[in-house]
Each structure stands twice: as C-alpha cells, then as structure tokens.
C-alpha cells in the first residue's frame, strides 16, 4: 500500500473519530426527552384541598402544596407575582374574598387583605350590650347557628309560690327576642368546624343593657336555649325599636332601660314573674283585714289584702268586698321563686322548703 494512501486513511479515521467525540459531548446520542428534563424544573405552588367559601377563615389542613402542571404554564407565567407563598400557613388567619372550588391554585386577590377583624363592640348597634352563653348544642340550634343570625332565648325553671314554696312546676317562657349573634366559638374569624360531640358551644348575643342583666340572672335560675328566630318574623339586617306598643312585655321596654342605666332598677325573681305571667296565690284572709288597691295609672289591676305580715294579692272582681283595716304591722308580698329544673342534676338547688322539687311536676 502506497504512504499517501495509508496518510489518507489514517486521517479519515481521525477525523470521523472527533465527530463522533463531539456529537456525544454535545448530547447527541442522549435518549431522554428534553421535555421530561424541563419538567423536574416546575416549581411549587399553594392550592385548595376542598371548596373555600367567601367571608370563612380556612386553616392549613385545607391546602396543600403540589408541583406547577404542565396545563397550568399560561396560568403560572400571568399570575406568578400574585401566588401565594407555597407554604400551607399562608392561608392561616386570612377570610376568602370569593368562593373558591377544590384543587385551585390560590392567590392574593381570592382574600382579604391581611389584617386583624372587627373587634367585639365594633360590631355591636349603638346603646347595644353583649351577653355570653356556653350551651350544649342541642339547646343551641345543634350547633349550627352562625354569626349574624337572630335568635330568642327562651328559660325553662322550676316554680314555686311563697312563703312554703308549695306546688312547684316547671315552666318555659321567652325572656329575650331577636338577638344578633355577633361572636361564636370565642373566635373573631369565622371558621367552618364541626361541634365535637359533648362539647358546648360558646355564643356572644348583642342585646340591650337590661334584657343583658336579665339573661345574666337567669342563668342562675333556669335552663336557657337558643331558637333560631326566622327572618320573616324577625327584623334581620337592623335592629328595631326597643319598646313595641303591641306587645305587653316590650311596651315599656325603653322606660326599663333608662331605669336599668341610672340604678334606679335591679333586676329579681319579679322580673321573672311578669315575663312568665304568673299570679300570685291567694292565702286565706282572717277578718279584720286591710284591702289596698293596686293601681297602674288610673286603672285598678289588683288587690292586696294584709292582715299583720301576711299579704294576698288577688285580681279585682265584683265578688271582692271591703274588709275593716287593721296594717298596723309591715306587709309582706308573697312571690314566686325560680330555681335550676331538678337542680341536683344541672347543677342548681332546689328552692328551700321544697320537698316535692324533681318528683314529676313537669306541667305542659
């Protein structure tokens, strides 16, 4: 073989031989896909795990961080200053601006700007108070009342007639009207949780100062609950007059407050009785006693008839006639009094005297 022949093809031999040392150290013979090399270079983003509702404080178990898809690229390019931190406590303590569906990548305008809410008599009507009640939830609609709504409270009580404390029943009766509920679960924010089972739910109502100081004391004297008051039959969204001249309990409602304001009234066991319309009981009148007429006005509603220390206090009829004075000595009114219903169970006392409390009395 001729030199020049064996030069050639040695040089051709050098030559496809760094061809073949460039195209592999520029990748060439590489078999993965440079898509799929792309994709370990998606990053991270903060999505919802179920359905987020406008006005709700979501907690971190209702997110999850997952990796950018390749359907979310457009998305991710246009909204990617506006996304929030890829950390599932971003959400913590913020309230959802809109209604949000499961699976949705989250970003800053689908809340509210980050700052603290409302404090509690921010949120109270002017003249308005607060009142706290820590129920089961079965007296509290089961639980599933929610801020804003308007509820009544009604108080069941064991009742009995002094000075024996004789006769006693059981009673329900209403003792405040469309409450707001400004305050649920001790919490500012508004969250959506189940009510553990046994577990109370604490409620804070607006009302006014002195229907305040009578739920206060009759959470001393009787079982309250919460009934939820229906739109239709309660002013919703403002509140309204205190007094109502179409309602005997609520005529002088505002008259009640002014006199609650200035310590010119407490708040007692009489309260309890005008709400719960009770009578008192007449006991026996001896002769030679005093007569005296209760009057609200001009207009006679009852009689008195005091004999020493003992009083019945009795409707007017035609049928009552005068008895000779002899109220030489101070009267004192019988009443009624209110106690916890089988107060040895709820926690109450039954009323002293009584020894036929908790034994079947329960009247309809």
């Given at each position: 073989?001729?030199?020049?022949?064996?030069?050639?093809?040695?040089?051709?031999?050098?030559?496809?031989?760094?061809?073949v040392?460039?195209?592999?150290?520029?990748?060439?013979?590489?078999?993965?896909?440079?898509?799929?090399?792309?994709?370990?270079?998606?990053?991270?983003?903060?999505?919802?795990?179920?359905?987020?509702?406008?006005?709700?404080?979501?907690?971190?178990?209702?997110?999850?961080?997952?990796?950018?898809?390749?359907?979310?690229?457009?998305?991710?390019?246009?909204?990617?200053?506006?996304?929030?931190?890829?950390?599932?406590?971003?959400?913590?303590?913020?309230?959802?601006?809109q209604?949000?569906?499961?699976?949705?990548?989250?970003?800053?305008?689908?809340?509210?700007?980050?700052g603290i809410?409302?404090?509690?008599?921010?949120?109270?009507?002017?003249?308005?108070?607060?009142?706290?009640?820590?129920?089961?939830?079965?007296?509290?609609?089961?639980?599933?009342?929610?801020?804003?709504?308007?509820?009544?409270?009604?108080?069941?009580?064991?009742?009995?007639?002094?000075?024996q404390?004789?006769?006693?029943?059981?009673?329900?009766?209403?003792?405040?009207?469309?409450?707001?509920?400004?305050?649920?679960?001790?919490?500012?924010?508004?969250?959506?949780?189940?009510?553990?089972?046994?577990?109370?739910?604490?409620f804070?109502?607006?009302?006014?100062?002195?229907?305040a100081?009578?739920?206060?004391?009759?959470?001393?004297?009787?079982?309250?609950?919460?009934?939820?008051?229906?739109?239709?039959?309660?002013?919703?969204?403002?509140?309204?007059?205190?007094?109502?001249?179409?309602?005997?309990?609520?005529?002088?409602?505002?008259?009640?407050?002014?006199?609650?304001?200035?310590?010119?009234?407490?708040?007692?066991?009489?309260?309890?009785?005008?709400?719960?319309?009770?009578?008192?009981?007449?006991?026996?009148?001896?002769s030679?006693?005093?007569?005296?007429?209760?009057?609200?006005?001009?207009?006679?509603?009852?009689?008195?008839?005091?004999?020493?220390?003992?009083?019945?206090?009795?409707?007017?009829?035609?049928?009552?006639?005068?008895?000779?004075?002899?109220?030489?000595?101070?009267?004192?009114?019988?009443?009624?009094?209110?106690?916890?219903?089988?107060?040895?169970?709820?926690?109450?006392?039954?009323?002293?005297?009584?020894?036929?409390?908790?034994?079947?009395?329960?009247?309809?």
């Open positions: 073989m001729k030199a020049s022949t064996l030069f050639g093809l040695t040089l051709a031999s050098m030559m496809g031989l760094a061809v040392v460039g195209a592999k150290y520029v990748g060439y013979f590489d078999t993965a896909p440079a898509a799929e090399t792309k994709k370990t270079e998606l990053p991270e983003i903060l999505v919802s795990t179920r359905n987020l509702f406008r006005g709700v404080t979501p907690s971190s178990k209702d997110v999850r961080v997952r990796k950018l898809t390749d359907a979310e690229r457009d998305f991710y390019t246009r909204y990617k200053d506006k996304l929030l931190p890829a950390v599932p406590s971003a959400v913590e303590l913020r309230v959802a601006a209604n949000v569906p499961a699976g949705q990548p989250l970003t800053e305008d689908m809340f509210e700007k980050v809410p409302e404090s509690v008599t921010e949120r109270l009507d002017p003249g308005m108070r607060t009142v706290s009640l820590v129920l089961p939830k079965e007296r509290a609609g089961g639980g599933l009342l929610q801020v804003g709504e308007r509820v009544d409270i009604l108080m069941t009580s064991t009742v009995c007639s002094e000075p404390c004789g006769s006693p029943f059981t009673a329900t009766a209403s003792i405040a009207r469309n409450l707001k509920i400004v305050v649920k679960r001790d919490n500012l924010w508004k969250v959506m949780a189940g009510v553990p089972e046994e577990k109370p739910v604490s804070i109502l607006q009302t006014n100062p002195y229907r100081a009578l739920i206060e004391y009759a959470k001393m004297k009787g079982v309250l609950t919460l009934v939820p008051a229906a739109p239709g039959m309660m002013m919703k969204d403002k509140e309204p007059p205190m007094s109502d001249p179409d309602s005997r309990e609520y005529r002088d409602e505002e008259k009640r407050v002014a006199q609650f304001m200035n310590n010119e009234q407490i708040v007692t066991d009489g309260d309890l009785e005008r709400i719960f319309n009770l009578r008192l009981l007449a006991v026996p009148v001896p030679g006693s005093t007569r005296v007429e209760m009057m609200v006005g001009t207009r006679i509603e009852a009689h008195a008839v005091i004999k020493g220390a003992n009083v019945a206090r009795v409707q007017r009829t035609a049928a009552n006639a005068d008895v000779a004075s002899d109220a030489s000595e101070s009267p004192t009114y019988a009443s009624y009094r209110f106690s916890m219903p089988d107060g040895s169970s709820l926690g109450g006392a039954p009323p002293p005297g009584c020894t036929t409390c908790g034994k079947n009395n329960t009247k309809s």
